[in-house]
């Protein structure tokens, strides 16, 4: 008998261990997810939400420059500096001559929108105060090159309308989760000067119109793209805990796929 318990013994442990496998694995099953278009576009702009950009380069005077950078995105609080440069000044006449400086544009709204296979989140920027600020310099005559602050009291800002950002990317699986790839961003707005001098000078005034537009969304375009790039995995974590995704895909499921058809985001899961 001890021989016979000895043989059956291991026989046993491994009829027991593939009978556990062959459990486990009859419950891991492999499906389509099919969530309405406009669910998951409101799980994108749940998660999104937390995406903010701040656009500032004016400061207090130093010698004859007011320019001071503290533009940043912002992803739920933690920043990414944008790095925009003094734009070039102008020579008005030829003892004066022009700086602008952008002061403290914030975006204020976020909507989710679906193109083809790409989803884009739009951003509205406020459209409140003089969001272009401009200064003079002149150089009084007989004097070697001594600029100083214009006296004269004329307007020399701006107003920026119709300000908005796109950021758009296809939604993929990365890791087992979802992911964002082909990231891109687009800047626009419009500039609407309010001073009166720009009808005597609308060449100028449109020249500097162009560098701000130039300077600033160049920079912007790839600070963005760069930065949703890098927190690519921690927007992904918030989307699947957002309503409108959890709903379907629950937390411990892997992402295999994901794919968009009309009217809705399909996405390819595994349960444990």
Known sequence: MKVIRKVLKPILVATTL??????????ARTFDVKIP??????????????????????GPKRGTSWYRNTSFVSIYGRRFNINIRDIPERSITRRRKWRVYINNVNSKSIRTSLSQ??????????????????????????RRRSWREC????????????????????????????????VTAKVDFNLRPTTRLCKLI??????????IKNIT????QRKLVSVISQRQFDLASRIRRANGFIN?????????RVR??????VVNVTTP
Not at 217 to 220: A, K, N, Q
């Open 202 to 211: 609308k060449r100028k005034c449109e020249s500097i119109s162009n560098s």
């Open 260 to 265: 968009i058809i009309p009217r809705f985001l």
């Open 18 to 27: 593939a009978s556990a496998l062959l459990t486990s694995s009859a419950f």
């Open 37 to 58: 278009i406009s669910r998951a576009l409101n799980a994108f702009n749940i998660a999104l939400n937390g995406v903010k950009i701040h656009l500032n380069t004016l």
């Open 248 to 256: 379907f895909v629950r937390p411990g499921w892997r992402i295999n």
């Open 217 to 220: 969304t160049r920079e912007i």
């Open 151 to 182: 006296r004269n009291r004329f307007s020399r800002d701006a107003h920026v309308n119709d300000a908005r950002v796109k950021i758009s990317f296809i939604p993929t699986a990365k890791s087992g989760t979802i992911s964002l790839r082909n």
């Open 117 to 142: 296979n790409r989803i884009n989140l739009n951003i509205q920027f406020e459209s409140e105060g003089r969001e272009i600020v401009g200064r003079c310099l002149y150089d009084p005559p007989g």
